[in-house]
């Protein structure tokens, strides 16, 4: 079993609706949380960053941590089509001496318009 | 402008032949990364290293090899031995520190290796 899941998708809307991406993970010792967003062919980059349960907001995105239930979520309001790409999720955690990031699969998003 | 560059954007690969991919950041993070990304799938850790002249494998490290003589620069050579290698390969690179958020990893641009 994965450490992380996240489905793969592809996940298709319509321009303008708010979409819910998400991944879950089964080992407690996880203690920060992020998303990156990739295009296609283009290396992922930093979208949010969250510590502790609970939402935290910036602009159009809200990251949702769920540490009791081991769930995180990324939330995206009046989608638009330049949000189409492939959203990764990212949990750091304690490796021996070392912090080591681990990924989810990523979940395709495309946006209609 | 601070980031990393990957070099080149495409590269082939012929049968029993080793290739170097090349990483520079400018950013100056101590760690730096290199993952293996195939279609529909999450990124693969293949080595990292925190510090100078001093490298660790990750999940996926047979028949890649790294070297880190400098700080800025951690370039990836795929040998003969990984019989696989079509794939997407991005850089990355760190601060390192107690506090996780300085394991905010920033990527380069990736380089696509095809074989011939």
């Known amino acids: 079993q994965k450490e992380v899941e996240q489905d793969p998708g592809p996940l298709s809307v319509p321009e303008g609706a708010i979409v819910s991406l998400n991944c879950t993970y089964s080992n407690s010792a996880f203690q920060y949380f992020m998303w990156y967003r990739q295009y296609s062919r283009k290396g992922p980059e930093l979208l949010m960053y969250t510590y502790s349960s609970g939402n935290k907001e910036d602009g159009r995105f809200t990251a949702q941590v769920d540490k009791s239930s081991k769930y995180i979520s990324l939330f995206i309001r009046d989608s638009q089509p330049s949000d189409s790409a492939t959203y990764l999720c990212?949990?750091?955690?304690?490796?021996?001496?070392?912090?080591?990031?681990?990924w989810g699969a990523g979940t395709k998003l495309i946006i209609k318009p | 402008d601070g980031g990393i560059t990957q070099s080149p954007k495409y590269l082939f690969r012929k049968e029993g032949q080793n290739v170097t991919l090349s990483c520079e950041q400018n950013l100056n993070h101590d760690a730096m990364y290199w993952y293996r990304q195939d279609p529909g799938q999450g990124l693969r850790l293949i080595y990292y290293?925190?510090?100078?002249?001093?490298?660790q494998k990750g999940d996926i490290a047979e028949g890649y090899s790294v070297s880190r003589e400098k700080k800025e620069s951690f370039p990836l050579t795929v040998t003969s031995a990984q019989k696989n290698p079509t794939a997407f390969y991005l850089c990355a690179s760190s601060m390192v520190g107690l506090a996780g958020d300085q394991e905010t990893q920033y990527f380069g641009p990736g380089t696509r290796l095809l074989v011939l």
């Open positions: 990212a949990m750091t955690a304690v490796r021996g001496s070392n912090y080591q990031l681990i």
């Open positions: 290293s925190q510090i100078v002249n001093d490298f």
